[in-house]
């Protein structure tokens, strides 16, 4: 720790001295350049120009912390690495979604500004994505939130073979996504599928789940609620152990219903934690992709079809390398919104307990 | 096991990997006569079957050390990644079996070597492929569709066939009550299947369609049973490939890209005809199994449902062919007869069969050194010698050479091998433009949307039309 | 430590007997019986897996599982190696290396963030969580551009470093969160004991959050194991990972390969199974980002 | 095992956190082998100041100085200081062998040596049953007594104490505090402790020294303190039942003020400035009811707080009260109202200056 005194001299602002440790004027140079070199430059040498800029950028940004942070030294592999890693590659992709670029094609990159948003937002096939990415992921969390919380519930108390019984319920969330994917596929299957064998029994007639949209969109939210239900489970037995015993001895006493002992006891402590879980598992169902995929590869038609297999389609399909990078931004200001009410919400929970 | 030991064990494990990485790579000698040449292929039995026989046989002329490293992909996974291989710019492959649509993608991205260059040096080359069936090789080497430029040559070219079952169709009782149930004759031998239509198909499809308990050739049965089946599949070409050859023998056609720019899809993709051949090809879809209704039926399902016996016939890729007359893979091993498949009766009688040709080429890659595209080529002419081809048809593999597929030990290698050289005339191709994955994408979305019933034929083709005609526009392949 | 004894110790709710026991075995059961068709079907011959009505009850075989490591290729040819070994190897490899490197970097950098706060450390640690919560092909578009500029691609290099950078944010969250529970006395006791920074770091801190440790690492290796995208457009012909090997039996020549499918994933369950029930302790701070404090 | 304490001293020590001021121009000296008291409410810089001679801290200014040599710049290492912390601050991945073991491991004593001392310290602290337990297994005290001989094994030659008894309950306290006075004897270290309870300054400190707002404002032995504060912060802070503090006025013949009760004498006290507002401080022991014949001051009974064998009554007079301890037997009887005269005795009475507090004697 060192004394931090203010200086009272503020002329000219800091941003517009030329110093090694001014770093946010560095990073803006550094957006600058890479711009500016993707503009002019062939993809190749406009690459290395752009890194150059941003290393120069991470050096400032570091060089400033050297000095008075022993942190730096510390933080800066882990900084370095997910500059290199991701946040270069997400800037890169920034200045791309300016361009006209296809991946797949040896024409250099076309500056047209604002087009692959304007593009983008004004296409009625996104909206439409980013509507089933919605329904799925509300349907998808509020089942897991039930099934996980019901699970919570039959495992708050302590038992023989509760140890046991837990991983069974735990293992699949550590299933592939390509087997679940598949083996659900089968499992729905008409013919061969048990889910159908078994309505079979009853109906005489085969059971096609994934022939309509509504079916189909059970079929994907039953699998990803099966798969991640746990998770959810996960944090409401941390929420349901932290209540203090005595409140439920307290209760006893009061002659309290089991209604108003869940009412007024358990639930003020997993609420923070149901919470948590409802925006984490919305985020992650955000990212729906392989499962969907995998089901019913979006269809009937594209009324399954989520905006990251979109964005598939897009990038790695038709090689419209620009246009998915802007679709790409849009999702990330979204998934920024999400994450910020994440943290906001994590850290009033920190704070309460 | 405590924490503290895993944690050891794994940093134990990763520095012995690494070693052995480093010591591998160091292993690896740089032999001045070794040439290595890396293949991106499909991994199913034409292309192992290939490596196989390259193991084995192949000797290069040059003398040189040829190694040939092939990489299998799974089949769903196949274009994903080539494409994610060649866009990355690992340069990591010499050559590639491809898929005849992806053509115009890759070249005009600069990946696939045109191959005019090695053919005109080389008369042997260029006599072998004036030797072959032009329907393949237009399909799986020229872009422009048809046009002069050569970028590839035939690795395994495929048809569609029709599979059935004898002891189905051959059965007394079922040919007696077909009889009198439709006053015509229940087909049992090949000659007499090659003859049917789609009409006597859909009535295939009507006569076989048994509930569970029900009798079928004299046996009652444990499950539902349908009469036929063929792709109408949601993902990659699983229901396009089939439709354009419902709408080429009415007379219909897809975009045709060889009239390009003048030839428009609005008016051509949604024509009458178009229509009709697509209404015809969804009639069908009621006789098969009910997963048709979910947008799965594709190449792979009809398969197993023809191998589990759960149809009386489907129609499928050659490709196939091998592992369901395998006892260990199929339950109807002994009992399956092959033909040509059903088509449009024309009003002379005859039956059309135009259909969508299937199987890929090799292409190389533009990256590729002199001392490998020789090694390559000295490669696709040694695969492509009559010898070589008559091998490969007699494991399974089928050869576009007309000497070899003319020959009459031909026919005797499998038994679908006689409805070859008959299928082969009839074959086209789809869009070989590097737009295909768009128009494929979207059409598949559409007929999905047809084929699980929720938009009748019109809307599906006239939504088609539309998409492609602006989007043809936009890529300039429309101009007016 | 904090989350530690709730799968074992009794707390608040109190103990119930075997009805419970009995209640709670069929819910699993019930629960777990997806998973245990996929073990079943990988004990199946080819017949039996496609059998209708389903077959409970079977002879079981250990061809799938042979069949994963070697298989004919078609009727009549000799079995060849599938490389499915190789593939295993990769995964470990990747997986355990991946997780290995994020837990050292990410650790030190999550103690940089506990003890050393910079100026605009939440921003930091924000920007960090957000590049972890973007899906996985927002961010995979431009890594396939720079990696082929750079010549990444097909590396093991290349594909370790992304499942770091991947596992990163979590681990540097988790961690952080770790430390900052840590007692800053307990530090400073052993500064005047003797020790230097580093020393106070490796003999005091670091045993202390060996359960965060675990529990990190647990985390990142399902996630990094049972990655699906980055491995299939990434890894190469040498560094194909299971999972996307795995998609191989969905469709070749004969569809979908169900018994050897259902071998591959039980082969590919067993390691991560073990390592949550020897670690299962530690999970729970594990799913949660460490934004759980106890 | 003998430890010779050895003397300590800072010298304007200054420290600042950002903005906030923790220790501000800080002196005080303590002898070698003293036990030394700390003392003041929480957040006056008590802690810092441990932290500073520890050398955890890094005074912004001033210098300390430990057996007559510089160490305000020099690493912790070498002081010769250790500390038990206000947590006990126990490794808690160690077993209490190993918690003993850790200094010496880290000043790379020889293992052999290492076993015989932990042995030792572990007899004198009554802990050797323990040994192999870990800290979160032990109750309050032995983990008090862990942290106590994690801290003697290295022969300090200056112990710190921070608030080493808040963490216990009632009980263990008055056991620890005799076994630290023990220990102090046994070793003859200087010990210096911090404490926001005044009892616990009072009965163990051999010197006290009050602080405020990271300043000393008194130091002395316990009497000199309770005797002679030297402004109203520490006359009021030590002591108990807490002095009385009454508006007065110097009535200007240098012998008595004016208070709210009447006049008040200032007994043999020198009045150099006639005429000022005062503010006399009495300690409620220093008040008696007035027998017949005193010169008595008027007063009504205000409250009665019956204690057992004492009583404390509060008198009141012109809006002002005053606490007097009565013996149980003179307050029977007593109701609120009653008139109740009062008698102080001038010799004990302390005058402050109203505006500074300063004592005036």
Redesign the interface.
Known sequence: MTSVTTTGAKSPPRILQPRLDNWPAAFILAIIISILAIALLPPKASFWVSLAACALAAASAVYNAWGRYKGGLLVAPAIALLFVMNIFPLLWSLGLSFFSYRANRMKPPAFIGLDNYEKILTDPTVWDRLQTTAIMAILTVAVQMVVGFLLALLFSKQFPLRRYLLILVLTPMMLSYVAIGAFFRYYYEPTFGLLSQFVRMFTGEPFILLATTQGAMAGIVFADAWMWSPFVMLLVLAGLVSVPKYLYEAAAIDRLSGWRQFWNITFPYIRGLLMLALLFRTIEAFKLFDVVFLLTEGGPGTSTETIAIYVYRQAIQFNKTSDSTAISYILLFTVIVLTNLYLYLANRRAREA | MTVKTMLKGLATASAMAAVMTVAGASLAPANAEEVVLRMAVPDWPPTRIMKDMFDKNYKAPSGKDVKLEIDFIPWPDYYTRLNASLTSGEQKYNMAVSDSQWLGAFIEGGYYRKVNDLIDADPDLKATLADMHPAPLQAYATYPYKSENYYGFPQMPDIYINYYRTDIFCNEEEQANFQAKYNQKLPCTPEEMDNVDWDMYEKFGEFFMRKKGEKLAGQVLDDDFYGIAYQAGKAYDFSTMQINAFIWQYGGNIWDETQAPKGHAEGVVNSPEAVKALDHYLRLTKYMPPVVKTGSMDIFKTDELFREGKVASHIEWIGFAESTINPQTSKVSDKVAFALPPGLRGEDGQIIRWANIGGQPFVIMTWSTDEQIKEITDFVKWWLSPEVQHQYAAQGGQSAIKSVYNDPKYVTYRPWNRTWAPGLDWQKDTWHIPEFFELLVQGQEQYDLAITGKQDAKTTLDNIAAFQEKLLKEAGHIQD | MA?GG?????????????G??I???V???I??F??L??ILTAFKT??DV?A???KFLFTPTLENFVGVFSRP???G?DS?ATNFDLYF?NS??IA??S??FALV??T??A???S?????GNDT?L??????R?????????????????V?L??S?TGII??Y???N??FT?WMMKSFFDEL?P??E????????SDT?VFLK?CL??V??G??AT?VFGL?LT??E??FA???S??ETRT???????????????R?GL??A??TL??IP??L??????NH??RG???G???? | MSQTGASLSLANVSKFYGRVRALDGLTFDVKPGQFFALFGPSSVGKTTTLRTIAGLVRPDAGTVTIAGRDVTDAPIAGRGVSMVFQSFALYPHLTVYDNFAYPLREAKVASAEIDRRVKETAETLKLTHRLERKPSTLSGGEQQRVALGRSLIRRPSILLLDEPLTNLDAKLRNDMRAELKRLHRQFGLTVIFATPDELEALSMGEEIAVMRDGAVVQRGTPDELYEAPANLYVATKIGSPHMNLIDATERGDAKSFDTPFGIVGAGARAMANAKGKRILGIRPNDIRLARTGDTALAATVHLIEPLGDVTIVSVEANGQTLRMVLPEQQAIGMKMGDAAPIVIDPAKIHVFEAGTGEAIR
């Open positions: 989350a709730f799968f074992r110790r009794s707390h608040g709710v109190g103990e119930a007997g075997w419970r026991t209640f709670a075995a819910i699993s059961f629960y777990f997806p998973v068709w996929i080819m017949n496609l209708v009505p389903p290729f078609s009727a040819a060849q190897f470990i490899f355990g290396s997780v290995f970097i990410g030190l950098a103690f940089g963030f003890r050393y706060p910079l100026k930091y924000f920007i960090i969580l957000t590049t919560m973007l899906p996985a092909i927002v961010v995979i578009i431009p890594i396939i551009l720079m990696f082929r500029v010549g691609a097909g093991y470093a992304l770091t950078a991947f990163l944010p540097i007692s006395d307990v400073d006791a052993a500064r005047l004991d003797g020790s020393r005091i045993p202390q060996v359960a440790l675990a690492a399902i194991w049972n699906y995208l299939l457009l990434l190469g012909v299971v999972p996307v090997a795995m998609a191989q039996t969905i469709g070749g020549d004969i569809g979908v169900w499918l259902a591959i994933e590919f369950l991560v199974i390592v949550v029930f020897f670690l299962q999970l729970l799913v949660t980002f934004t759980i404090k106890r």
